[in-house]
């Protein structure tokens, strides 16, 4: 063990350490009433009551400062929440960047608790993130603390209703607001137990493949017909070729269906396609690939539909320097903050994608999003909280 490398925290470190450590409970209750509210995407009334409450929470902030809190509304989506801090600096803002959706349904919070259990924090939405909100709250509540209710510069929240389904109608919103800021700082979960950040998302594509045939009596006069799901087996051999592991490219048929019964020559079958780009070089290819798909037997017809739908976060120099910022702010808090490439994809893809510097898994870490164990580590949370509010200064 290398102790000469290990550096002792700085007193102000340790000061802002201390601070959050008081608060962790405070920071744990915030995140159970938050999980306590359920809000599935595709519920809008449940989704506009979470809003509510969060609105409420952001607006008791406001204090001396003006807080502004504006509602986006959604026509079929919950309403994306936008709370603006002023800073007493022409600086740019920082935003912050989270969704308030989660995966699951109403009613999962009876058969999947919010408890705490030793030093884990269950429940649906618990890592995936709704600590992320709660850790946005307490550190610009500290922030607040710490400088006289002014913020050191202009902080923009944005959280979004409709991540967890491709962020469709938020997605405007999201990058006009990007564009204004300095930075951004998103508070999806870190990765793995040890925390790292994400400074590496894969791009997200989703293509519809349908195969139109000829239906015939499988046994009275097959010749006459033209059989669908051959026709797409064949598509899925040639598709799945696509992939091309040396560029982290990857195409996965995920969903099949077609045919009616056994005794007929289907007519129809279709396709559902998944795929990933590292680089946003590579997105013109493989969609002009997807688009090229012609039928082997000529008497199919074959429709494409869908295309890339969030731009890779790529580790810009921009990405690099906030990780650097990130890294040595833990470092003074006395621990390592590694960094991460994942293939998932969060509306810091979006952000990244337009060339703002952005640090992505800034959130609660724990394990098993969108999984019956999601859970957070509670002794996460204060040195989470200190690295956030230290990060929305420096930014
Ligand atoms: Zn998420």
Redesign the pocket.
């Known amino acids: 063990m290398n102790l000469a490398s290990r550096k002792a925290p700085t007193t102000e470190a340790q000061r802002r350490l201390a601070y959050f450590n008081e608060r962790r409970d405070a920071i744990v209750s915030t995140i159970r009433e938050l999980v306590e509210i359920e809000s599935p995407s595709d519920d809008k009334a449940a989704l506009d009551r979470m809003a509510e409450a969060v609105a409420q929470k952001f607006s008791q902030l406001g204090g001396k400062a003006t807080v502004k809190v504006r509602v986006h509304p959604a026509k079929d989506r919950g309403n994306h929440l936008q709370v603006d801090f002023p800073g007493n600096s022409a600086a740019k803002p920082v935003l912050l960047l989270g969704?308030y959706d989660t995966v699951y349904p109403l009613g999962t919070l009876a058969a999947m608790p919010c408890r705490a259990v030793d030093n884990k924090l269950t429940g649906p939405g618990v890592l995936?993130?709704k600590s992320g909100i709660a850790l946005m709250l307490h550190a610009l509540a500290a922030l607040q603390d710490w400088h006289k209710a002014d913020l050191p510069r202009p902080v923009t929240v944005l959280l979004v209703s409709d991540?967890?389904v491709g962020s469709d109608s938020s997605r405007p919103i999201t990058e006009s607001l990007a564009k204004a800021a300095a930075a951004v700082l998103v508070l999806?979960?870190a990765h793995g137990y040890q925390g790292a950040v994400k400074t590496a998302r894969k791009g997200v594509g989703g293509y519809l493949v349908k195969v139109t045939g000829k239906a015939a009596h499988a046994g009275l006069d097959p010749q006459k017909g033209a059989n669908a799901i051959l026709e797409l087996a064949r598509q899925i051999e040639k598709i799945s070729s696509f992939t091309d592991l040396k560029k982290a490219l990857t195409v996965n048929v995920g969903v099949v269906s077609g045919g009616s019964r056994t005794n007929v020559v289907p007519a129809e079958a279709a396709a559902q396609v998944d795929v990933r780009i590292a680089r946003m070089k590579d997105a013109a290819g493989i969609d002009k690939k997807m688009r090229s798909l012609r039928p082997f037997n000529r008497k199919c017809k074959i429709e494409i539909n869908g295309g890339i739908n969030r731009p890779p976060l790529e580790r810009t120099a921009g990405v690099a320097a906030l990780y650097a910022q990130a890294a040595a702010i833990a470092r003074n808090l006395g621990w390592k903050l590694g960094e991460a490439a994942v293939g998932g994809g969060?509306d810091g893809n979006f952000t990244a994608g337009l060339g703002i510097p952005t640090l992505d898994g800034l959130g609660a870490v724990g394990d098993g999003?969108h999984a019956p164990h999601e859970h957070i580590l509670i002794s996460e949370l204060p040195r989470r909280a200190a690295l956030i509010a230290s990060l929305i200064e420096q930014a």
């Open positions: 969704h995936d993130m991540e967890e999806e979960p969060s999003a």
